[in-house]
T-cell receptor, first 112, second 113 residues
């Protein structure tokens, strides 16, 4: 059974810092890896999807990488802004059409 | 672009009552998923449907049932509600043949009193 862990659980940084959020999974048979953002009490916004054949994806100030052999994914946020404050969740699936298994999330606070 | 629609957005029920949540997937998406997110927890998979047939089943209580209709919308029926059922319920949809990226709806917040 796939288990997904995110470290750290919470992170507080000053505005402008570059930061890395970590996601680890137990089953290397992971197929797709998605990173989501969730604001308090709100829905899930998909940020990046790394498909099985890919190693990384970039969108604006966000870069996500996937290393199946080590069971890790990282989300890199460049030049953080207060508007980036939210909970970031990673989730993996075992193939298209399969359920997503979520990590516990990293609660990010970017201070002005 | 069309997104996943969920209704209602908020629902308040009393213990032992019944609730029905609805999900309208993105047009031409063939797979629907339901997730439950309790307070302070990460989303947990409940159940999924592919082409109107149950595809996968997670930690869905026996008190809950779901189905996908001919127009691809899905409903999650919850009976004998308990206080612990209070949560955000998300629906997601995807196209099985295309990468599997799941698009999430805004969620239904269910409060059981």
């Amino acid at each position: 059974k796939q288990e997904v862990t995110q470290i750290p659980a919470a992170l507080s940084v000053p505005e402008g810092e570059n930061l890395v959020l970590n996601c680890s999974f137990t089953d290397s048979a992971i197929y797709n890896l998605q990173w989501f953002r969730q604001d308090p009490g709100k829905g899930l916004t998909s940020l990046l999807l790394i498909q099985s054949s890919q190693r990384e994806q970039t969108s604006g100030r966000l870069n996500a990488s996937l290393d199946k052999s080590s069971g890790r994914s990282t989300l890199y946020i460049a030049a953080s802004q207060p508007g980036d404050s939210a909970t970031y969740l990673c989730a993996g699936d075992g193939g298209a059409g399969n359920m997503l298994t979520f990590g516990g999330g990293t609660r990010l606070m970017v201070k002005p | 672009a069309a997104g996943v629609i969920q209704s209602p957005r908020h629902l308040i029920k009393e213990k032992r009552e019944t609730a029905t949540l609805k999900c309208y997937p993105i047009p031409r998406h063939d797979t629907v998923y339901w997730y439950q997110q309790g307070p302070g927890q990460d989303p947990q998979f409940l159940i999924s449907f592919y082409e109107k047939m149950q595809s996968d089943k997670g930690s869905i209580p026996d008190r809950f049932s779901a189905q996908q209709f001919s127009d691809y919308h899905s409903e999650l029926n919850m009976s004998s509600l308990e206080l612990g059922d209070s949560a955000l319920y998300f629906c997601a949809s995807s196209v099985r043949g295309l990468a599997g990226l799941q698009y999430f709806g805004p969620g239904t917040r269910l409060t059981v009193t």
